[in-house]
């Protein structure tokens, strides 16, 4: 089991910055893949960013060269700096972990953080 507790959400204006971050209840170096996701209203949750224990990275292309995702091991804790902020990255976000046993992905949800970009 891991709880995942966000902060870091709030009200900016476009072409601000907000850093999210998510706190694990445990040592997130048995956590496989940390990531946010994002979901706004009426439209379906959507990958933000992910990073690998080892480091890999991966982001969608709607906020690649704004948005940085990091990890810090000995905090438990994985970040989200979003720079530039647009209208569009109006929406609720959500840490998600995932676990992988051979063949089995444990998944685990923050309660998640409301981001508001203003124009």
């Given at each position: 089991q891991v709880q995942l507790v966000e902060s870091g959400g709030g009200l900016v204006?476009?072409?601000?910055?907000?850093?999210?971050?998510?706190?694990?209840?445990?040592?997130?170096?048995?956590?496989?893949?940390?990531?946010w996701y994002r979901q706004a209203p009426g439209k379906p949750?959507?990958?933000?960013?992910?990073?690998?224990?080892g480091g890999s990275i991966n982001s969608a292309d709607s906020v690649k060269g704004r948005f940085t995702i990091s990890r810090d091991n000995a905090k438990n804790t994985n970040y989200l700096q979003m720079n530039?902020?647009?209208?569009?990255?109006?929406?609720?976000y959500y840490c998600n972990a995932k676990i992988i046993r051979v063949t089995t992905v444990y998944d685990y949800w923050g309660q998640g953080t409301q981001v508001t970009v203003s124009s």
């Open positions: 204006q476009a072409g601000g910055s907000l850093r999210l971050s998510c706190a694990a209840s445990r040592s997130i170096f048995s956590i496989n893949i940390m990531g949750r959507e990958l933000v960013a992910t990073i690998t224990s530039s902020l647009k209208p569009e990255d109006t929406a609720v």
